[in-house]
């Protein structure tokens, strides 16, 4: 009896060791073994979008409407920026101006709507612009100083200009136009634009009208300006400036010809 019951405590003790050693196993079977912590991969920069440039404005546009054709006339803003506001101003209504005859401000009215090119001179100039039709009018805006470049001059037909006196300071209205190349104007006005080919033509047959001999080049009947329109356009690169690049003068001396005043 005393033997059975050992040979019963021995199996039990196997058995217990048995079972320990079989839980020891799964358990080690069943942990899944730790991996270290994956390291942090940095967020891929986003490649930067290269910045679009800025749509280039194209120079503001003159459509001045006369009773005998359309000119169209490129403004330079960056060569004449006052000059060039002036007379977007004064062809719009959007500047104050007072009428040389009657002594009234005008406000919201466009000062070039009615006037004509009183002065006409072929192979030179046509040259309007005064609310008083004569040239000798009283300056409807404050004078203000030239606005001249070394590198905008009278070297081509269909420069766009203020008419002075001379004297400093002494740009208003009046505007000409010329009809061909004026080296001996350069340096004593300002070019705030210029005309394309077909202005200059019709400034031949303008420059031409029939003139009154008792005044001083004044055509018999002058050509009116209807209206002027000013038009501003962006989006396309803007082309150069016709007059950016120096021409050197003819070598020829000019004819000798009034200077627009």
């Avoid at 039990?12 to 060791?17: A, D, H, Y």
């Avoid at 008083?132 to 009018?137: E, I, L």
């Avoid at 190349?181 to 705030?192: C, D, S």
């Avoid at 038009?231 to 690169?237: D, F, L, M, P, W």
């Amino acid at each position: 009896m005393r033997r059975l019951f050992s040979i019963l405590k021995a199996f039990t003790i196997l058995g217990m060791m048995v079972m320990t050693a079989a839980w020891a196993s799964a358990a080690q079977a069943g942990a899944a073994p730790q991996s270290a912590p994956a390291a942090k991969t940095g967020t891929a920069a986003k490649p930067s979008v290269a910045a679009k440039p800025a749509a280039a404005a194209t120079k503001p546009t003159a459509i001045i409407n006369t009773s005998v054709g359309k000119m169209t006339c490129t403004l330079f803003p960056d060569k004449a920026p006052f000059g060039v506001e002036n007379f977007i101003g004064l062809a719009s209504g959007t500047k104050d101006w007072k009428n040389p005859v009657s002594g009234a401000t005008k406000h919201g009215v466009p000062l070039y709507d009615g006037t004509v090119f009183h002065r006409v001179i072929p192979e030179f100039m046509i040259q309007g612009g005064d609310p008083a039709g004569t040239g000798s009018g009283a300056d409807p805006v404050t004078p203000f100083k030239n606005e001249t470049s070394s590198d905008l001059l009278f070297d081509r037909p269909g420069r766009l200009a203020y008419a002075n006196t001379g004297r400093p300071s002494s740009n208003s209205a009046q505007f000409f136009i010329t009809e061909v190349a004026t080296p001996h104007l350069n340096g004593g006005y300002t070019i705030f634009g210029q005309c394309d080919d077909a202005t200059v033509e019709l400034v031949k047959v303008i420059a031409r009208k029939p003139t009154d001999p008792a005044t001083e080049n004044r055509p018999l009947r002058p050509v009116k300006i209807i209206h002027i329109s000013i038009v501003r356009s962006t989006g396309a690169a803007a082309k150069p400036g016709a007059g950016t690049t120096v021409k050197k003068p003819a070598t020829t001396a000019p004819k000798a010809a009034a200077t627009p005043n």
